[in-house]
């Protein structure tokens, strides 16, 4: 489900703008519930609007209800200028749930590959693409990964395979991030480092503790990417409300849009770009609602 911005002209600039700078976040908002277990979305909003971020990944997100005006996928992000890209994995008590991407970029393609373990709680990897300045391409990967041991690791297996990050129609940079629950370093740390090379190991090492978001001792929120991007900054972001709106703290990335190199064709890049809301034949997915 795409919902457009609200702010057509922001979304214009940033489409045409000669940006220097790309600030992306992730923030696992934990159904609106804050540590003083108050339901606040508008709570959310506002933690939004500190970080001010090009592009934001949401995991544990409340979507519509049946009869009930409730929606927290549209009431975080409310006149906030982002385009909205909801990603349906599950029921939550009469509602929508899943991850959700903001963007102040034009989106042009979405989809939801479930990675659900046998099982276990239906999961999805939320993928977006958005069109950033001067034409160049970025697929997003939302991902908030399973609680089990064995779940992630099937989790992680499907991540890298062909099917998501391997996917030969890939022609622009990738960056994956979200909740991947791991306590540790276990497999999918180790994946996904090895798939992204020198820049995963470099954001997995620098990586900021955002859990609990009160006193973070963990690091289950990650930031990976392609090597033709340039990482200036990584943060995660701590105020008064953060501390309070969620059980985890946001993480930000910032990266240098004019050192972006273009990533080499027949590297397991695609040759063929999707056509606007078309869906891959070898990836029809029943559980997909976008």
């Known amino acids: 489900m795409v919902i457009p911005s609200q702010d057509k002209d922001l979304s214009t600039s940033m489409s045409e703008g000669a940006a220097k700078k790309l600030r992306i976040a992730s923030y696992n908002i934990h159904k609106c519930r804050g540590v003083d277990r108050r339901v606040r979305p508008e709570r959310i909003g506002d933690v939004l609007g500190e970080l001010d971020a090009d592009i934001v990944a949401l995991q544990e997100v409340v979507g519509q209800r049946d009869g009930r005006e409730e929606d927290h996928a549209r009431q975080v992000a409310e006149g906030r200028g982002y385009h909205s890209v909801f ?31 046998r099982g276990r709680e239906p999961r999805g990897v939320l993928r977006v693409d958005v069109k950033l300045g001067g034409g160049r391409l970025l697929h997003l990967f939302n991902v908030h990964l399973g609680t089990a041991y064995h779940e992630r690791s099937e989790q992680a297996r499907s991540l890298v395979s062909g099917r998501i990050l ?30 992204f090379g020198n820049s995963g190991r470099r954001v997995r090492a620098g990586c900021c503790r955002t859990y609990p978001g009160v006193l973070p001792l963990f690091r289950l929120d990650q930031i990976y990417f392609d090597q033709g991007l340039t ?22 990335a910032e990266f240098d849009l004019e050192s972006w190199r273009e990533l080499p064709r027949g590297a397991g890049h695609l040759l063929h770009r999707p056509s606007l809301n078309s869906h891959p034949k070898a990836e029809t997915d029943s559980r997909s609602s976008l």
């Open 166 to 195: 391997r996917n030969r129609e890939l022609t622009g940079a990738r960056i994956v991030l979200g909740d991947f629950n791991e306590w540790f370093p276990g497999l999918a740390t180790r994946l996904l480092s090895a798939h």
């Open 231 to 252: 990482l200036k900054r990584l943060d995660r972001y701590r105020s008064r409300k953060s501390m309070v709106a969620s059980d985890h703290l946001p993480i930000v």
């Open 87 to 117: 990603g349906r994995n599950r029921d939550h008590n009469g509602a929508d749930y899943g991850n959700l991407l903001l963007s102040r970029f034009p989106v042009l393609n979405s989809w939801n590959y479930n990675i659900t373990a």
